[in-house]
């Protein structure tokens, strides 16, 4: 999707584009209906297979592909009966034509996001079984099909609605095949549903607050798209989107390194020395190899950019791609602690601390575009990472850990909040109000330097 972005914005327009961003925002929101099935999968896959019980293994894969199936039920039918209001829906400064086409291409991508339930199943059992090779060749693929068909799609002059359909029949068909493929691999594998109660609350257990983590994390990262697309437009939504592309780009790819931590710690079941260890070396490693390619990303941002989106688009979304990655390095040393916690069984405190981030973040946003509008809100985004963020790595220290240096959660920021501000500076020059914010938070976060200085020299010694 990264690479084709451009071609999409060409062909269709970049009205078009942003309907499709906002399209997908509102799809976005019946991840509601999405119970943490996948990640509970993982965990107790993960979990039986180290206790060498594979009829539990079977037992679990069957509660949550069942319950994932009525789930994906239940969102076609809801879906369907909101599409009829969606054409009126409400987006600022389109077309009539436009508005009607929008309510045909939902109900389509609402019966994309239905199939995508189930074949999260597919995923989190490769992921389970600690094959995250095929679990990343399994994904990978079906983006590239689904991809692939999009562009032969637009090329041929296909309209929004074509794209949605076409790409919904050929998902239908990849997760039929995907069925297949995972009971040759599970060899012998059937749908139970014998003590299927009991599994349900099993899988609860950690799906229910898994699930209310994903509805947070869905409210965070939707929130903003929803109100350009609803107050200022989709012409502004759809730069914007670009932008947003740009850092779940970069943050799916420094996760993805370390995605593997969940499955062995929930194997161990436990957070022991050797792990702690680990925690803070992999730590320095994500946030060492993040704030390279980001600063690369930022330093020939013209060149990329340019070439990737074209001299109009480049203009017109620069000033989002900037400041998201800032966003993107502030949530470097957030990426370990996420998985590490959920491996440990430490959910429930994982979904908590993630409350605080999505208050500070729905706050922020508020204010952020009364008073800035568009750059205002992408603004509000560097407040959580920054200060509660910092906070709730602290606190994750010295209860879990039981590491007890001062305020460590925000040393392990120190030179991202620098190269944040400087990028500011740098993008919006000193005289303008992104410089300015810049200058300001250079001063600010210059008081950090130092200990974060004492405290990479004290882990690198120990853990490498």
């Known amino acids: 999707m990264l690479i084709v972005t451009p071609f999409f914005i060409n062909k269709l327009g970049i009205e078009q584009y942003g309907i499709w961003a906002f399209i997908t925002s509102i799809t976005s929101a019946f991840s509601i209906l999405n119970l943490g ?82 074949e999260q199943i597919y995923v989190s059992v490769y992921k389970g079984f600690q094959r995250y090779d095929s679990a990343t060749k399994l994904n990978l693929l079906t983006k590239i099909i689904v991809t692939v068909l999009q562009v032969i799609v637009v090329a041929s002059g296909g309209s929004l609605n074509e794209i949605f359909k076409f790409s919904f029949y ?21 749908l139970q549903i014998a003590n299927f109660r009991q599994s349900v609350r099993e899988v609860f257990s950690f799906g229910l607050w898994a699930w209310i983590y994903s509805v947070l994390g869905l409210l965070s990262s939707q929130l903003d798209k929803v109100i350009i697309g609803l107050y200022v437009g989709a012409v502004e939504l759809g730069y914007y989107s670009v932008a947003i592309i740009v850092y779940n780009q970069i943050h799916t ?110 706050i922020g946003v508020y204010f952020g575009y009364q008073i800035g509008g568009t750059i205002g809100i992408l603004l509000s985004k560097l407040i959580s990472p920054i200060l509660i963020g910092g906070i709730n790595r602290t606190y994750i220290h010295h209860k879990i850990l039981k590491y007890k240096a001062l305020l460590s959660g925000f040393y392990l920021n120190g030179i991202t909040y620098l190269l944040c501000s400087v990028f500011l500076v740098i993008a919006g020059g000193l005289k303008s109000n992104l410089g300015s914010i810049g200058v300001i938070l250079f001063i600010i976060f210059g008081i950090f330097i130092i200990p974060t200085l004492f405290f990479l020299k004290r882990e690198v010694r120990i853990n490498f």
């Open 37 to 118: 099935g996948g990640e509970a999968t993982i965990k107790f896959v993960s979990k039986y297979i180290g206790s060498g019980s594979r009829d539990d293994v079977y037992r679990v894969i069957s509660t949550t592909l069942l319950l994932n199936v009525i789930l994906a039920i239940t969102s076609a039918f809801i879906g369907i009966a909101l599409s009829f209001i969606i054409g009126e829906g409400h987006l600022q400064n389109i077309s009539d034509i436009n508005k009607q086409n929008s309510t045909v291409a939902f109900r389509y991508s609402i019966g994309i996001f239905s199939l995508k339930l189930i």
């Open 170 to 190: 050929l998902v239908a068909v990849t997760i039929g095949l995907e069925h297949l493929f995972l009971v040759k691999y599970l060899k012998g594998f059937k």
């Open 253 to 362: 790819l420094m996760s993805s390194s370390v995605s593997w931590i969940f499955p062995v710690i929930s194997k161990r079941n436990k957070i022991d020395k050797e792990l702690v260890r680990k925690y803070f070396s992999f730590q320095i490693r994500v946030i060492a190899l993040g704030t390279v390619f980001i600063l690369f990303v930022f330093i020939f941002r013209g060149e990329i950019f340019k070439l990737w989106l074209g001299e109009q688009t480049y203009m017109n979304s620069i000033g989002f791609i900037v400041i998201i990655l800032c966003v993107n390095l502030l949530n470097l040393p957030s990426i370990v602690p996420y998985f590490f916690l959920n491996g440990g069984g430490y959910i429930k405190l994982n979904t908590l601390l993630k409350v605080s981030i999505i208050i500070v973040d729905v």
